[in-house]
């Protein structure tokens, strides 16, 4: 499954624990300026990340941080662990930019 949101002022990632058969999440773009990682943790299928663009992506640690905490991740922001570019995922997949809303903007 995969979710492509980038560029539509997301600001959290409250209900991504809610999505554990997520493989593709990009929200390059955006407007995530804290995230708490062990968020990430519920994602367990969660192999390719995009987060390029958002103020999170400039503290300390960001990369090392996001990798400690996703045990299936492959590829950050474009980049293989390991350092060679990745290639781009296809959208077969993709839940519908509608579902937005619902799946991140809301409170836990």
Same mark, same amino acid.
């Given at each position: %499954?995969?979710?492509? $949101? +980038?560029?539509?002022? =997301? !600001?959290?990632?409250?209900?991504? @624990?809610?999505?554990?058969?997520? /493989? =593709?999440? *990009?929200?390059?773009?955006? $407007?995530?300026?804290?995230?708490?990682? *062990?968020?990430? %943790?519920? =994602?367990?299928?969660?192999? /390719?990340? &995009?987060? /390029?663009?958002?103020?999170?992506?400039? !503290?300390?640690?960001? *990369? &090392?941080?996001?990798? !400690?905490? %996703?045990?299936?991740?492959? @590829?950050?922001?474009?980049?293989?662990?390991?350092? %060679?570019? +990745?290639?781009?995922?296809? +959208? @077969? *997949? @993709?839940?519908?930019?509608?579902?937005?809303?619902?799946?991140?903007?809301? !409170?836990?």
């Amino acid at each position: %499954t995969e979710l492509h $949101a +980038a560029h539509n002022q =997301v !600001e959290n990632l409250n209900r991504l @624990s809610g999505m554990p058969a997520l /493989e =593709v999440l *990009d929200l390059s773009g955006n $407007a995530i300026s804290e995230l708490a990682y *062990d968020q990430l %943790t519920g =994602v367990a299928a969660l192999r /390719e990340l &995009r987060l /390029e663009g958002n103020p999170v992506t400039a !503290e300390p640690g960001f *990369d &090392r941080n996001i990798t !400690e905490n %996703t045990v299936a991740l492959q @590829s950050l922001n474009g980049e293989e662990i390991g350092g %060679t570019p +990745a290639e781009p995922a296809a +959208a @077969s *997949d @993709s839940i519908p930019v509608m579902m937005i809303e619902h799946l991140l903007h809301s !409170e836990i």
